[in-house]
């Protein structure tokens, strides 16, 4: 089943402050995504007609380390402030890596979990299957499930 944390998205209001402060705390940049758009982001996501510039960093040269998804929404722009304290409830956004999606899917909606959307998977060029779908904890929270 959910195997491990694969990111922790962070919104930014200036990605290239934000970018050169995440560096400096020892991250580097994995995979630059450079402009993210598509329908199905937005669908996955419910962030209507979303576009953003963003980039994944990691701690280390572990490939398997959690990421953390560095990202300014420039469709809708992001907005708003961070929590004012630490015992604010609820954050952005959770992945869970697991290489059974669809399965994974099927047994926590028959618990009773709300998903989104059903998975949404993407057929990469070597035959291989990616794929995502988000629910919330009870507090709001939105976690993902990823599969890659």
């Not at 572990?62 to 469709?75: A, C, F, G, Q």
Request: charged content about 30%.
């Amino acid at each position: 089943m959910i195997e491990s944390i694969f990111h922790i998205n962070i919104n930014c209001t200036n990605f290239d402050r934000s970018l050169e402060f995440y560096k400096l705390l020892g991250f580097k940049v994995i995979r630059d995504l450079n402009e993210v758009s598509s329908a199905t982001l937005s669908r996955g996501l419910r962030i209507p007609d979303c576009r953003g510039r963003a980039v994944l960093m990691i701690l280390g040269d572990n490939p398997r380390s959690t990421r953390v998804d560095l990202i300014e929404w420039k469709n809708p722009k992001t907005e708003g402030q961070a929590y004012p304290h630490l015992w604010h409830a609820g954050m952005c956004r959770i992945a869970l890596r697991t290489r059974t999606l669809v399965k994974d899917y099927e047994d926590l909606k028959a618990k009773g979990i709300e998903f989104w959307t059903e998975p949404l998977m993407v057929k990469l060029k070597d035959g291989k299957e990616e794929g995502f779908v988000c629910c919330t904890d009870p507090d709001g929270t939105v976690i993902e499930l990823i599969q890659v």
